[in-house]
């Protein structure tokens, strides 16, 4: 299995690294060609905004949007997520999402008091917390049919799964905690 980490801008690196770690291939992703080879894709955090306009910039939303129609698993943090969602609250007017997972986000909700905090969470699965970095994240307001919760913050979900799309509103890739990565993989392969 190779895993693409889409590399058009934000949190590429550390997500890369998490794969080798595991032991797993990962590419960075920035033409169509490699969207169209890898098994599994990881959209990072960074500034969603962006990332939208670059996938338009480089022509890759449809044959993105083509692969996620036809169930290639994803895991999408933080901005990420909010690419990944099929409704974004306070987005720009040009911003669009790809609506791989049914859910409501609200971006840069967590970051009105504080722009970053960290949590330890209990994650749905794993037998000891994760620790969650979360940077001008963005908040899950309603969760579609079918969609699983698997942690939460203050009873905000937090982590959200809908079979082989993974989403988090944190940075998993920057603990050196590799187990959501890992969580991933086996989603990816089944
Ligand atoms: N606030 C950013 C956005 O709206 C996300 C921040 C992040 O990925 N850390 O895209």
Do not use: K, W, Y
Request: charged share 20%.
């Amino acid at each position: 299995m190779t895993v693409g980490v889409l590399a058009l801008q934000g949190a590429v690196e550390a997500h890369l690294q998490a794969f080798a770690r595991l032991g797993v291939d990962a590419v960075a992703v920035r033409d169509r060609a490699g969207i169209e080879a890898v098994d599994a894709l990881v959209v990072p955090g960074g500034e969603s905004t962006t990332m939208s306009m670059l996938l338009d910039r480089f022509e890759l939303r449809a044959p993105l949007a083509a692969r996620l129609a036809a169930d290639l698993p994803a895991f999408g943090t933080c901005a990420g997520m909010i690419l990944l969602a099929s409704d974004v609250l306070d987005g720009r007017p040009d911003q669009r999402s790809l609506g791989a997972i049914d859910l409501a986000v609200r971006r840069n909700a967590f970051g009105r008091q504080v722009d970053s905090f960290e949590a330890d969470l209990e994650v749905t699965g794993l037998d000891a917390p994760f620790h969650g970095v979360f940077i001008r994240a963005p908040v899950v307001e309603r969760v579609g049919a079918g969609v699983e919760v698997l942690a939460t913050v203050g009873g905000a979900p937090v982590l959200c799964r809908a079979g082989a799309v993974l989403v988090s509103a944190f940075h998993p890739e920057l603990t050196g905690d590799d187990r959501l990565h890992a969580l991933f993989c086996g989603l990816a392969a089944t």
